[in-house]
């Protein structure tokens, strides 16, 4: 069983299905990067050569490859570029980069490879360029962090549970709000666009101080603290690493207002699940709306599914209808750069985690 781009469990791979009509139709996302691609220096540019696709080559991918000038041929000791479609089997992604060490660029499926960061600690090594489809799947995530926020603001759980004509009326609005977004890459450019008719105050939590652009302020990771008392919506869209665990618990709760709302598409490791469940039904947090969880899949009968204004998707920010041309569209990018056309999309730094 293998998992998705945060750990879902899906099939071999969710590509190995035929994506619906509506993915065969021009994209109707476009992928949001926070910075520009940097072309590699010709002394680290991988070697052109046959590309492999992995575990299953989907023809939408292989169509995607082979219209950027790449030849796609099976696995053997001439392969130089390999797109591996499936995120949970790292074990066996290692025994193909440890038994074919001519390749040279390793194509990953998904934005975050938390699940693939031992494996590449492990096979880091000079001359193996790694890429990620960050920043691709930025716009429908960043869509249903906006849906989970208005949703949890308007009680839309309750609503939608009820069985009788409801005798009060609760809910909050978003205009003019204080939003704290924490992460900067391609999730919270597209959320800080989608967030501008609200007339809302963003401020966005990254390691670095430099500006990011529609953000009303930036502070970096230490300020995260500071800024929590005014929140009245967090949105955590950082990647997972040793320093992002557990990134909200118990202290951070009781910096928040009693009347803020916490939306997680991320990753469910960034949250302290125990924390969260108290936070909600101690009435210390308004609501929270979760793509993600800590353990995922939750298990039927958790505390969270009972929790107080809690929304959980299930993991659903982005389908493989939406993200399969997103995907496509990366390989092509990222094939004719190996080619020698452009610059590589979405390089990964081993050392950091994404």
């Known amino acids: 069983m293998a998992t998705d781009r945060q750990g879902r469990s899906v099939s071999t791979s969710d590509y190995d299905r035929p ?5 065969s139709q ?37 169509d995607a490859i082979e219209a950027a000038g790449g030849q796609v041929a099976p696995l053997s000791d001439a392969t130089r570029g390999l797109v591996w ?13 440890e038994s ?20 590449l600690a492990t096979h880091s090594r000079p001359g193996l360029l790694v890429t990620s489809a960050k920043g691709a799947y930025a716009q429908p995530v960043a869509e249903h962090a906006l849906t989970l926020t208005l949703a949890v603001m308007r009680h839309l759980a309750e609503r939608a549970r009820a069985t009788s004509w409801a005798t009060t009326s609760t809910g909050e609005s978003l205009y003019g709000r204080h939003v704290v977004i924490v992460g900067a890459g391609g999730i919270a450019v597209e959320l800080l666009r989608l967030l501008a008719p609200f007339g809302v105050q963003t401020t966005v939590v990254r390691r670095q101080a430099t500006p990011l652009a529609g953000a009303t302020r930036t ?16 949105v955590l869209a950082a990647a997972l690493t040793s320093g992002t665990e557990n990134l909200f618990g118990a202290a951070e709760f009781a910096l928040l207002k009693p009347t803020a709302y916490l939306v997680n598409i991320a990753r ?31 298990p ?20 493989p209808e939406m993200t399969a041309p997103l995907l496509a569209k990366r390989l092509h990018d990222n094939v004719a750069a190996l080619l020698g056309d452009g610059a590589f999309v979405g390089i990964v730094d081993p050392k950091a985690g994404y």
């Open 268 to 298: 469910g490791g960034l949250v302290d699940t125990d924390a969260l469940v108290t936070a909600l039904n101690s009435g210390a947090l308004a609501g929270a709306g979760l793509d993600v969880t800590d353990p995922e899949p939750l």
């Open 19 to 23: 994506v619906s009509a509506a993915a």
């Open 85 to 97: 479609l499936d995120s949970g089997s790292a074990d066996e992604l290692g025994r193909v980069l």
């Open 300 to 319: 039927a009968g958790h505390p969270l599914w009972r929790a107080q204004n809690v929304i959980i998707t299930s993991h659903s920010a982005d389908t």
């Open 100 to 119: 074919h060490p001519g390749i040279q660029w390793l194509q990953l499926p998904w934005a975050g490879v938390d699940s693939f960061s031992e494996l």
């Open 219 to 234: 502070v970096t990771t230490d300020a995260l603290r500071a800024v929590l008392p005014t929140a009245d919506v967090i």
């Open 26 to 62: 021009p994209a109707q996302h476009e992928a949001v990067l926070a910075s520009p691609a940097t072309p590699l220096a010709e002394a680290v540019r991988p070697t052109p050569g046959p590309i492999a696709v992995l575990p299953v080559a989907g023809a939408l991918f292989v």
